[in-house]
């Protein structure tokens, strides 16, 4: 079947603008996750949706991020006033959750430019 | 805080030979997971092995296993018979069992280089 899929594949935009990133999950999985990638680090944790609610926002940086799920599916991560920090990989996983060994399925990711 | 180290930016291996490399980690937590992931150039990140810490035995699969030290917080990836597309970002990452997140905590990666 389909694997986790994001648009835009590649995003640029001015420093102080607002984008959408948005993320499908494989179908019927109920966990969904965001993380960031700066240029050479790992991946960084920064949203868990279970279902349409957001069970752990912890890694979310500052309140210009901001992430929802409505339908308990497709997800979108909003960040409004860009900065130029903001630039990195954004990366989105889903998981069937309730399996002992869930296992995070990942998507290509949006890499984001802030210029 | 639970942590993921990894030690080795890059590594170079031979065609057909074998390589290891190497992970450590710190948590106070007795149940976890520890999974190792591959990012080509596409930047998908793939699953490549995952191991349970209260198994004792080593995960293997296909060519690639790995070396197992829950004392010494260790969990290093062995790529036997390498080929040309085993070339990519490697990632060790973490996984706490239970909790009110599955998050995933990732090392910051060894790029692997398959020499022909």
């Known amino acids: 079947g389909a694997g986790v899929s994001q648009t835009p594949s590649n995003k640029v935009t001015e420093k102080g603008k607002y984008v959408e990133l948005r993320c499908d999950p494989i179908?019927?999985?109920?966990?969904l996750y965001w993380y960031r990638q700066s240029l050479g680090q790992g991946p960084e944790f920064l949203i868990y949706?279970?279902?349409?609610?957001?069970?752990?926002d912890s890694g979310l940086p500052n309140d210009r991020f901001f992430a929802v799920r409505p339908e308990g599916s497709v997800s979108t991560l909003k960040i409004q006033r860009t900065e130029r920090g903001d630039s990195a990989v954004y990366l989105c996983a889903s998981s069937l959750m309730g399996t002992r060994l869930e296992t995070q399925y990942f998507g290509p990711g949006t890499r984001l430019l802030v210029l | 805080a639970q942590t993921v180290t990894q030690s080795q930016p890059e590594m170079s291996v031979q065609e057909a030979e074998t390589v290891t490399l190497s992970c450590t980690y710190d948590t106070s937590e007795s149940d976890y997971y520890l999974f190792w992931y591959k990012q080509p150039p596409s930047r998908q990140m793939i699953l490549v092995i995952r191991q349970e810490a209260y198994k004792q035995q080593n995960a293997t699969e296909n060519r690639f296993s790995v070396n197992f030290q829950k004392a010494a917080k260790s969990f290093s990836l062995k790529i036997s018979d390498s080929q040309l597309g085993d070339a990519a970002m490697y990632f060790c990452a973490y996984r706490q069992s239970g909790g009110a997140t599955n998050k995933l905590i990732f090392g910051t990666g060894t790029l692997l280089a398959v020499q022909p």
């Open positions: 179908s019927g999985h109920t966990a």
């Open positions: 949706f279970q279902g349409t609610g957001a069970a752990d």
